[in-house]
């Protein structure tokens, strides 16, 4: 060089400028030791909880050391899995990377798996044999379920037997199974009792598989066994269903023998009332009930209810200090579990631990939900609401606010609402993941 | 050792870069204090939907080119129903009207804040 000597021109400018001169700071990998004295927060689970909650921590505070912890290279996200159903996406189009996460926010992403977490050693332990030490962790762990509530449904059943409540190869599965069965056949869904991931959901689900039987097995019925005895957005789902597949989709609520006690794998038979009432399907999708994922259960974070209670304002665990609980695994007030909320929730976590870090008082959380269903390619409805911390600390729906779509609007207000479906779904990843 | 012209630019972006920093501790060193304000965690519900920092990438509306009195207007249109909706009525209507200016604020300085 014949001017200025690489060491020179650093020496001018000092490290961090020369560094940032040629556009490498922002997401260095190696931690300086400013960096090494920042707080630290580790991330557990990489959904649209974790992933969200460990980009805005960034956001609010780039100076915080976050790391994100994962078993998969990506997420494929519930939110759109119904629709893969319907033969309106493929697998590709629902699965998120970390690349953002990585690259443009500064995340330290793992892809490890998380054995345990010792709370007062405040270390995380990986499978790779690894160890992470965190001033504050956040799980984000999504749900799993009581394999013990339907006789003769266990994690084995389920591959014969799909759930399909967690994206991925189940989803494939209950696809293969749709795709397989005969013109004329009956699909039997059996969704859960309250509370469980994405209450309209089943709906949802029972629409886009009509909307591929109607164009592919037309003379076909769905028949759905609720263990409940209303679900979500019901009147806008049952006046769609009967415009757009008449006929051909049965709901039964748990009073009339909706509830599934028992399960015969083999001949794809569920039996309710006490055993006197069978139903035998082509295809048999049964969503179990629920409970907080894994890792939260076995670090101590769960009621005996199987979900966990945090402060709902800071999310932190009510009964774990320094740990906070996001995402469907939490109780959080009257907040749906959806990708939504997990969103939210995953902002307002951010900005408590930020202001904790801090040492100021942590912003009053302010929650939306906001729930696009597609009942056909071109019939979108929806359902909405605004969530503040009440005087006793709980999250409350704001009383005259949100509300589902109208009930007799006209047919362009349904095709709006599939456009901003498709819109919202677009949205929400690149919120979360990009 | 002489500088030549070619080194000069380096050395004014490199200070250019230099001052960003300088400007960017100054800013760390704020925040390390700073209260979030009501306006900004409110903010960060719309992005959910209008995209981070309101830059949407979908076919819902962007709102990072409003200015804060046309969000004000255009959220009290909705809560009011003068201006039509699919969904934001029933969102604008959980917000009092001191929750709309905040965000409303926070919102229409994205811009200059470099957003």
Known sequence: MAGISRREFVKLVGASGALSAFGLTGCESAPTKAAKAAPRVVVIGGGFGGATCAKYLRIYDPTLNVTMVEQNAGHITCPGSNWVLGGLRNMEAITQNYNALRGKHGVNVVQDRVTSVDPGKRIVYLSSGKTLEYDRLVMSPGIDFRWD??????????????????????TVLLQKQLHDMPDGGTVIICPPAMPFRCPPGPPERASMIAYYLKTNKPRSKILILDAKEEFSKQKLFMNAWNELYPGMIEWVPASKGGKIQRVDVASRTVYSDEGLTTHK???????????????AVSAGLANQAGWCPVNQQTFESTLVPNIHVI??????????KSAHTANNIAKMTAAAIVSIFRGVKPP???????????????????????????EDGMLQGVKGAGGVSPVDAPRQFRVQEAGYAQGWYVSITADSFG | MAITWKHEKVVVAALMGAVGLLSTAAQAQDSQTQVISRGEVIATTCYTCHGTYGASPSSIPKINDLSTERMISTLQGFRSGQRASTIMSRHVSGYSDEEIVEVATYIGNLQKRGK
């Open chain 1, 281 to 295: 399907g082509d295809v048999v999708n049964i969503i179990p009930p629920q409970r907080a994922g894994e890792i």
């Open chain 1, 149 to 170: 509530a339907i006789a003769g449904y266990d994690e084995a059943a389920s591959q014969v037997i799909p759930h399909a409540w967690k994206a991925g190869s189940q």
């Open chain 1, 327 to 336: 995402g469907d695994s939490a109780v959080a007030g009257a907040l749906p």
């Open chain 1, 364 to 390: 009053l959380p302010s929650h939306v939900n906001t729930c696009y269903s597609l009942v056909g390619p071109e019939y979108g409805i929806s359902i909405a609401a605004i969530y503040k911390l009440g």
